[in-house]
């Protein structure tokens, strides 16, 4: 079935270091691909998506470059602050229209001062 | 902008009882979700309704669940009776079509803890 793995957990950084979290996706057709982020005590918010292979999706200086040819959507930051200390999710929709998000389980960032 | 409204943000109970969580999604979306988030098995989405009618209920665990969509502005998850195994982060979100690159907006979730 359609599945989302991402890097273990957690990960831990210096302020202004940089910052890679994994994800890799198996899906039968060609998905959506998603970052959505969740601070503490929040819901989850969308941080950045791509809807098709090389798009890169960029939003609050992350980024990810959607590809198709290693089923990969990296999450990237040059340079990490201590505000972007959250849970990280990679998630996928089907373009088959239906809305339903497959998501990996979760990449939890501690940014130090 | 209002985004998803949940309440009660927190609601502790003991087993047994009926408890009911309530979702006001974001006006004009056609879309709402419900998913249940915990340490163990990450986040699962439980049911999820277009239009008001129910699409998918089949991540719904056990009969004791059930979701209900009288209107396109609200919708209610009900536990009944409740367990201690049901105590998890329940989320509503909503979205606005069937296009399936459109995000899904969530609400601040209810803490639900089951005594």
């Known amino acids: 079935g359609d599945s989302v793995t991402q890097m273990e957990g957690p990960v831990t950084l210096s302020e202004e270091a940089f910052l890679t979290i994994n994800c890799t996706y198996t899906?039968?057709?060609?998905?959506?691909l998603f970052w959505y982020v969740q601070y503490p005590g929040e819901g989850l918010q969308l941080l950045l998506k791509?809807?098709?292979?090389?798009d890169k999706g960029s939003n609050k200086g992350f980024e990810a470059t959607y590809r198709k040819e290693t089923t990969s959507f990296h999450l990237e930051k040059g340079s990490v602050q201590v505000s972007d200390s959250a849970v990280y999710f990679c998630?996928?929709?089907?373009?088959?229209?239906?809305?339903?998000?497959?998501f990996g389980t979760g990449t939890r960032l501690l940014v130090s001062p | 902008d209002a985004g998803v409204i949940q309440s009660p943000r927190h609601e502790v109970t003991e087993m047994g009882q009926e408890v009911t969580l309530r979702c006001k999604p974001i006006?004009?979306?056609?879309?709402l979700f419900w998913y249940r988030q915990t340490m163990m098995r990450g986040l699962e989405l439980l049911i999820y309704?277009?239009?008001?009618?129910?699409?998918?209920d089949s991540g719904m665990p056990e009969d004791r669940f059930s979701a209900k969509m009288p209107n396109a502005s609200f919708s209610t998850l009900k536990i009944q009776p409740s367990e201690p195994r049901d105590s998890a982060v329940y989320f509503c979100?909503?979205?606005?079509?069937?296009?399936?690159?459109?995000?899904?907006?969530f609400g601040d979730g209810t803490r639900l803890s089951i005594l």
């Open positions: 979100a909503s979205s606005q079509n069937s296009v399936s690159n459109q995000p899904q907006h």
């Open positions: 899906a039968t057709g060609y998905p959506s």
């Open positions: 791509a809807t098709k292979a090389d």
């Open positions: 998630a996928l929709t089907l373009n088959t229209g239906f809305q339903k998000l497959v």
């Open positions: 006006s004009g979306h056609d879309y």
């Open positions: 309704f277009n239009n008001n009618v129910p699409i998918d």
